[in-house]
């Protein structure tokens, strides 16, 4: 399973009823922030948890609203007392902009990992964690940015009468269904004999700051969660919408439709916006399972049959 | 008259329920910010302001909980259209730092302007009023940081009869009244003909993030309104404050008895400290005027007898 949390919903500014949009993310006490504007520190401690376990975060972009809350997130996880290294992911530029941020917090006990983004697209694993890959995907606003996608793969099914059938002793069994390759008696068994195809995953596409474009659709396609900007709400908002890079309700709607999510949020709204609610029976229209997200919309997801076993 | 609101009250790291220590000064339409933590621009806006009309800033050292929110309040300035400049004052460094913090906000539609204190004290005209000055002065913490007069001075009464007696046109009174010098007739009139000795100005005084000390008392003397840090409220906290090199409730009350001054607000609290309130009947054993700070306390201070005119 994986708990996710849309620390805010605030575009530009952040508002003493609205955070500045960010998204944790938790899985296996492993926790990843995406984006880091003035106040999540303050969104996060609300919600009850500590900025020390994050332990990745993930920038779409540099615009202030998206990192100003870096040095005193840092701070804080410092005052906590957090050592493991932190990796921070990012457009080209990433060591610059968080060097430059650091001159109000030079010293802290933890290592910070800036890896910098560079392709169209690039995937690579969750630090720690061999089941989640990241992608990465650039997208179209003012300045390079990036939308994520978090994706859990989950291996096939074990089946106890193929491992019975092999003839190998019963404490052996787990060490295969782990993916281990084990020896016994002279003989090789491959974790294949007794696992199933692997079974469908989770996919969360996180997605701001940007116009539609082919690469959301493309890399959003079957995402189980997919939150995604809607700066405007108000119909016939389009021509303000292209004229600051963002994106309308109505087009985000669009993109989820064409790329086959299950479900989702709105947010980054403007801060002109007070009733984001207001405008989503023309949006569900365009895609049903669209909801207006809010500071603090929590879920938590689970495998289709998770439950079961 | 001056108007006066302590927009925060906390120290090390902002929360939901209480901002991070700032004070907002409004006085003949100039405004003046006295540090900019995490979050300010919020507490600015919940009290119904724009962060546009802020011509100065003073810092009183670069610890991240004082100065991180620097980014998000320019940015905010910024697209509320300013086009005046800000005039910044703080310790040596202050141009490197703000330079640093701005990667995220590189352009700006205004001026910049840093003034570094380098001097233990340093007495200096308000930008563009000339009846106010601020005095910065070195205290005693871990970080070269400075404490904050603003000094608003007054001038004598007119004395009617005194310019009746001049013989000079009354049209011409009000000229001497607003302190310039009158050719009449071959003859000068200095405006010390009409006017009274100079009345009892009004003197704010703000210090945080220091140990107590004499630069301390010296400076407040007199101040109708000290602002003082108080970390630590419990008893028997005197250890913590030295250590960390901050100041108990029952240190700051002395040092408002030793400077004489009318009133005093506790600020910067600790994040652990939830009820600085339950502390403030020892406190005022030892000065009886002191206060506990609450986010977004205000006063409207007058002169003596402002009402009156």
Redesign the interface.
């Known amino acids: 399973m994986i708990d996710i949390c849309l620390l805010g919903t605030g575009g ?5 009823y609205r955070w500045l949009t960010a998204l944790f993310v938790r899985y296996n006490g492993r926790n990843t922030l995406i984006d880091c ?3 999540t ?3 996060l ?2 919600k009850g948890w500590s900025p020390k376990p994050v332990d990745v975060i993930l920038f779409t972009h ?4 998206h ?3 870096l ?2 997130m840092l ?2 996880m410092a ?1 906590a007392d957090r050592t493991e290294p932190v990796h921070l992911y990012g457009p080209k530029g990433l060591a ?2 968080v060097g ?2 650091r ?3 030079p010293d802290l006990p933890f290592e910070l990992v800036c890896h910098e983004l560079n392709e169209a697209v690039e995937t690579f694993p969750y630090p720690g964690e061999e089941e989640m890959t990241v992608t990465a995907f650039r997208v179209s606003h003012s300045v390079t940015t990036y939308g994520y996608s978090l994706s859990l793969s989950r291996k096939g099914r074990f089946d106890p009468e193929a491992a019975a059938g092999l003839g190998l002793p019963k404490p052996m069994w787990g060490r295969l269904q782990h993916g281990e390759t084990v020896e016994y008696e002279g003989k090789t068994y491959t974790p294949d004999l007794v696992m199933g195809d692997s079974r469908k995953g989770l996919k969360i596409t996180y997605v701001t700051d940007t116009r539609p474009c082919p690469s959301i659709v493309e890399n959003a396609a079957g995402s189980d969660l997919f939150i995604c900007e809607g700066m405007y709400g108000e119909p016939d908002s389009e021509d303000k919408a292209r004229e600051h890079r963002h994106m309308t309700f109505d087009e985000a709607a669009k993109l989820a439709a064409n790329a086959g999510v299950k479900e989702m949020w709105l947010t980054h709204y403007s801060p002109s916006m007070t009733h984001p609610d207001q405008y989503m029976d023309r949006v569900k229209k365009i895609f049903p399972e669209a909801k207006a997200g809010k500071d603090g919309k929590s879920i938590v997801m689970r495998f289709d049959d998770e439950d079961e076993e």
Chains 1, 2 share one sequence.
């Open positions: 530009m500014m952040p508002l003493h504007g003035e106040g520190q303050i969104a401690r609300k540099y615009h202030a609203d990192i100003s809350g040095p005193g701070l804080s005052n610059r902009v430059s941020l001159v109000i917090t």
